[in-house]
């Protein structure tokens, strides 16, 4: 079955930088498209950045542009989300998603706290 798990959160001050990973499996990871997701407390969940399969094409919430980066690994199955200079309003829940012949697969996100 469709697996997909975060690591990498935790709690982190203004301007520090933090590395989410998603290890996927159950699926040909190499061939769907996979995403980032974020839902703070109170708010809609929100698209942080995808990647294309062969990683051609990355696409950046406006609000991350420029301080995150979403990466792949088509080897290990896994999709990176490295975070920098790291805002109080990053403070989420992050999700790694995919969708996969028409069907919705999340993992059980990972905490990102920014705090001072």
């Known amino acids: 079955q469709v697996e997909l798990v975060e690591s990498g959160g935790g709690v982190v001050q203004p301007g520090g930088s933090l590395r989410l990973s998603c290890a996927a499996s159950g699926f040909i990871f190499s061939s769907v498209t996979m995403s980032w997701h974020r839902q703070a407390p109170g708010k809609e969940r929100e698209l942080v950045a995808s990647i294309s399969p062969a990683t051609i094409l990355r696409n950046y919430a406006d609000s991350v542009k420029g301080r995150f980066t979403i990466s792949r690994d088509n080897i290990k199955a896994t999709v990176n989300l490295q975070m920098n200079s790291l805002k109080l309003e990053d403070t989420a829940v992050y999700y790694c998603?995919?969708?996969?012949?028409?069907?919705?697969?999340w993992g059980q996100g990972t905490q990102v706290t920014v705090s001072s």
């Open positions: 998603y995919a969708k996969i012949s028409g069907s919705d697969y």
